[in-house]
T-cell receptor, first 115, second 113 residues
Framework: DADVTQTPRNRITKTGKRIMLECSQT?????MYWYRQDPGLGLRLIYY???????NKGEISDGYSVSRQAQAKFSLSLESAIPNQTALYFC??????????????FGPGTRLTVL | AQSVTQPDIHITVSEGASLELRCNYS??????LFWYVQSPGQGLQLLLK??????LVQGIKGFEAEFKRSQSSFNLRKPSVHWSDAAEYFC???????????FGPGTRLSVLP
């Protein structure tokens, strides 16, 4: 079984709809992250969480919100989806305590299309 | 602002040829550097990482990378490319004591038979 799972894997929705992307991990890591990937831009950080009570905005948090329901679960919501949020979304985890050495482990991605 | 650049958007090589993917970073202190690979339809997989010590690091799948402080570079190399290496490759740097990864824009590798 995969250590970091994302649901759904693919989603097509319409402008204005509320969408939730979910991420679960069995690695026992404290830190979780949400990124979006766009062609030519690499991965950009949306939100990150270092534990259940810690939520931080990343580079491009506008239009998104997150919820850390448990150590193992980190959800990303688009309150009112717009077409330029069409992208590939990745969840990642890392282990606390290693400082700058933290390696991030990625889920398989969710491809979101907003029409 | 800290940044990571990968000058080559797309590279095409023949199977069996050597490969070098370039990565440059801007950061004042000693960086922690990573290379990830993303195969079509897949998530990102870590190829190798540099924290300290020997500046030539070995990774999985026959890849290696060399950290050159004077050039602010961390280029990825492979002596003989296989068709299965066709993928997108991302260089990443960890800043701010592990709080933030910054990824480069990626280099797409195509392999000709």
């Amino acid at each position: 079984d995969a250590d970091v799972t994302q649901t759904p894997r693919n989603r097509i929705t319409k402008t204005g709809k509320r969408i939730m992307l979910e991420c679960s991990q069995t690695k026992g890591h404290d830190r979780m992250y949400w990124y979006r990937q766009d062609p030519g831009l690499g991965l950009r950080l949306i939100y990150y969480s270092f534990d259940v009570k810690d939520i931080n905005k990343g580079e491009i948090s506008d239009g998104y919100s997150v919820s850390r329901q448990a150590q193992a679960k980190f959800s990303l919501s688009l309150e009112s989806a717009i077409p330029n949020q069409t992208a590939l979304y990745f969840c990642a985890t890392s282990k606390e305590g290693s400082g700058r050495r933290n390696e991030q482990f990625f889920g398989p991605g969710t491809r979101l299309t907003v029409l | 602002a800290q940044s990571v650049t990968q000058p080559d958007i797309h590279i095409t090589v023949s199977e069996g040829a050597s490969l070098e993917l370039r990565c440059n970073y801007s950061y004042g202190a000693t960086p922690y550097l990573f290379w990830y690979v993303q195969s079509p339809g897949q998530g990102l997989q870590l190829l190798l990482k540099y924290f300290s010590g020997d500046t030539l690091v070995q990774g999985i799948k026959g890849f290696e990378a060399e950290f050159k402080r004077s050039q602010s570079s961390f280029n990825l190399r492979k002596p003989s490319v296989h068709w299965s290496d066709a993928a997108e490759y991302f260089c990443a740097v960890v800043y701010n004591y592990g709080q933030n990864f910054v990824f480069g824009p990626g280099t797409r590798l195509s392999v000709l038979p």
